[in-house]
Antibody
Framework: QITLKESGPTLVKPTQTLTLTCTFSGFSLSTTGVGVGWIRQPPGKALEWLALISWDDDKRFSPSLKTRLTITKDTSKNQVVLTMANMAPVDTATYYC??????????WGQGSLVTVSS | QSALTQPASVSGSPGQSITISCTGTSRDVGNYNLVSWYQQHPGKAPKLIIYEGSERPSGVSSRFSGSKSGNTASLTISGLLAEDEADYYCCSYAGSGIVDVFGTGTKVTVL
């Protein structure tokens, strides 16, 4: 059974850097074709794709957020970390991590609500 | 990269069939057979119901089916049930640069 869980701060101040950790089980990020991605959803709005890190350490980012995002993996700990710099109130959202097989999401974490406010 | 276009809302009576469209471009939906669909109930995480355009994961009802024509993908829910009331999102692979783009989302109401 595949499970993923996001962890990190629930409140960040404007201009701060957000660090979110995805801890997963039921699969290995060293398996060919596997990846872990991040998606966010502002309250009452649609899903927005953010980033993906693959089994071979290939990294992809949303073009509109590329300059603010970093993504890393620790295969031994079954964790993926996303950082987003220079947070603003418009970045308030539920952040999901997800298990990719190929280029499609097959499983999602429960989500972590992050509010940006001073 | 713009979001894929979905109708804001679709409704139907129990037992009826409804179809949700997802319109992209030749750079995403039209170029790859990698459209997935997700169901999201209020306050919950999305759940995969269709992948690779028309494949159903194990455990997903056969009442859900997917198809594609040109730059538009579609999700059909047949034999509508009250439990199908939820938000539905399409998602398409868009190439090695951006990887994925989501749809605008459709709220399904069971009358």
């Amino acid at each position: 059974q595949i499970t993923l869980k996001e962890s990190g701060p629930t409140l960040v101040k404007p201009t701060q850097t957000l660090t979110l950790t995805c801890t997963f089980s039921g699969f290995s990020l060293s398996t060919t074709g596997v990846g872990v991605g991040w998606i966010r959803q502002p309250p009452g709005k649609a899903l927005e794709w953010l980033a993906l890190i693959s089994w071979d350490d290939d990294k992809r980012f949303s073009p509109s957020l590329k300059t603010r995002l970093t993504i890393t993996k620790d295969t031994s700990k079954n964790q993926v970390v996303l950082t987003m710099a220079n947070m603003a109130p418009v970045d308030t959202a539920t952040y999901y991590c997800a298990h990719y097989f190929g280029y499609e999401i097959h499983s999602w974490g429960q989500g972590s609500l992050v509010t940006v406010s001073s | 990269q713009s979001a894929l276009t979905q109708p804001a809302s679709v409704s139907g009576s129990p037992g009826q069939s409804i179809t949700i469209s997802c319109t992209g471009t030749s750079r995403d939906v039209g170029n790859y057979n990698l459209v997935s669909w997700y169901q999201q109930h209020p306050g919950k995480a999305p759940k995969l119901i269709i992948y690779e355009g028309s494949e159903r994961p194990s455990g997903v009802s056969s009442r859900f089916s997917g198809s594609k024509s040109g730059n538009t993908a579609s999700l059909t829910i047949s034999g509508l049930l009250a439990e199908d009331e939820a938000d539905y999102y399409c998602c398409s692979y868009a190439g090695s640069g951006i990887v994925d783009v989501f749809g605008t989302g459709t709220k399904v109401t069971v009358l």
